[in-house]
Nanobody, 122 residues
Framework: QLQLVESGGGLVQPGGSLRRSCSVS????????IVWFRQAPGREREVVSC????????DYRDSVEGRFTISRDTAKNTVYQQMNDLETEDTAVYYC???????????????WGQGTQVTVSS
């Protein structure tokens, strides 16, 4: 059974950085795209970034482009999201999810991490 365990959330000041991890067990990353979502209070869940199953293509929403970087370590079966120059608008619960297919199929995922809070505040 596919399981995703997240770590690396917390409180950070504006302009600060965090690195979040999504450790996957039960299947190889070679078969799944990994998507990072977030949901802020009162807002709909949105896609933040995605890395494809080959690890050679990444996508970002416009508001995080150039600040966030998604990467993976296949030896550890783990995907990372480095978040730099954080803004208060980045405050949300962040989730990773595994998609059996391309990043564009993110809406079909049924495999989610537990979600962790990221708060950007001074």
């Amino acid at each position: 059974q596919l399981q995703l365990v997240e770590s690396g959330g917390g409180l950070v000041q504006p302009g600060g950085s965090l690195r979040r991890s999504c450790s996957v067990s039960g299947a190889s990353l070679d078969y799944y795209a990994i998507v990072w979502f977030r949901q802020a209070p009162g807002r709909e869940r949105e896609v933040v970034s995605c890395i494809n199953s080959s690890g050679d293509d990444t996508d970002y929403r416009d508001s995080v482009e150039g600040r966030f970087t998604i990467s993976r370590d296949t030896a550890k079966n783990t995907v990372y999201q480095q978040m730099n120059d954080l803004e208060t608008e980045d405050t949300a619960v962040y989730y990773c999810a595994a998609v059996f297919g391309p990043c564009a199929d993110y809406h079909t995922t049924e495999n989610w991490g537990q979600g962790t809070q990221v708060t950007v505040s001074s």
